[in-house]
């Protein structure tokens, strides 16, 4: 089985920046995509940002030119930088990722616990 961690959110002001991190464990997990969603209170989960096994990203355009998602493929981590990060921005954001289960040789979503980040003066 695999299991995400998830770490970093917290408190920020307004145009502050945070990093998440989101760590795999467990079973050999060969990852395709991973990514970040966010809920905010009232809104439906969206993807926040996501990156493919060969770097390739993309954004929601509301974090477009904030936001950096990035990956260390050795360490099976994912990260996302925040920048100039806005009230709006206050959600509990999970970490997300798929790929391949080597063991069973099967394809499994999986998510992490979720961290909140709050943007607030």
């Known amino acids: 089985q695999v299991q995400l961690v998830e770490s970093g959110g917290g408190l920020v002001q307004p145009g502050g920046s945070l990093r998440l991190s989101c760590a795999a464990s467990?079973?050999?997990?060969?990852?395709?995509?991973m990514g970040w969603y966010r809920q905010a209170p009232g809104k439906q989960r969206e993807l926040v940002a996501a990156?493919?096994?060969?770097?390739?990203?993309n954004y929601v355009d509301a974090v477009k030119g904030r936001f950096t998602i990035s990956r260390d493929n050795a360490k099976n981590t994912v990260y996302l930088q925040m920048a100039n990060l806005k009230p709006e921005d206050t959600a509990v954001y999970y970490c997300?990722?798929?790929?391949?289960?080597?063991?069973?040789?099967?394809?499994?979503?999986?998510w992490g616990q979720g961290t909140l980040v709050t943007v607030s003066s």
């Open positions: 997300n990722a798929d790929g391949l289960l080597l063991a069973t040789d099967k394809w499994l979503e999986v």
């Open positions: 467990g079973s050999m997990f060969a990852i395709n995509t």
């Open positions: 990156i493919s096994s060969g770097g390739n990203t």
